[in-house]
């Protein structure tokens, strides 16, 4: 019987000649991507709250540099330095870069080291409603108040259309010994804020900004609204 990380690899497959992402671009010299997000979920437990904040920057014609926080109410959270390292990359091929990230974790503010190892693959193609794109990030991190380490196979999809609204999708799972198999689905929208000003400043030419319901199934099952904003600089 196909598990469900089998179905997401079948799924890529069938997809793969449309696809591209982050992860598995190496981003221009000088040039930058940050994404902050927010999270609100209702689950058995109430409500919980979920912090992200991204940003990777073009160093060298070799590598990227960047930062992954993420903080989940007061109970954990993690703050890596990572660096991503092309592999294959050419306008009309499959982008595949790997990225090695260093940091620590907390429980309970109990601080631990964690590392995480990624692989990632992302390809795109242009139709005439817009650039179809898609990514698959597959990683294995360990945390250091962990007994094994946890892998984690996420995957997300969209299409460029050039309007204000485009559609988004992403699904994420973790998975590992002695934990149960977790996922995540969340459709969404990216909405371009190019042309909004503030105070007669086009402050958001460069920036979008995401809205996406989340259904997570771990232990328990929750619903949640995920709002990102994305600036490239």
Known sequence: MLRPAHLLLALWATILPLAASAGAWKRPVDTGFAATSFTLRRS??????EFGYYRDFGLSARFDLGIDLNQQDNQSGHVLIFARLPLRQGADNTQIAAEFALGGNHTNLQW???YRLTLSAGRSKPTRI???WGSLDLSVEQRGDAAHP????DASFGIDTNRTLSPLLQ???SFG??????????PGLRI???GLSFAKNPIFETSDLTI???YRRANTQSLGLKIALWQRF
């Open 192 to 194: 371009k804020l190019a």
């Open 112 to 114: 631990h080291p964690m």
């Open 44 to 49: 058995d437990q109430g409500l919980v709250s």
């Open 212 to 214: 996406g319901l989340e």
């Open 171 to 173: 699904i994420e799972t």
């Open 150 to 153: 946890l892998g984690k196979l």
């Open 177 to 186: 010994q002695g934990t149960d198999f977790a996922y995540a689905i969340t």
């Open 130 to 132: 817009g650039t179809l």
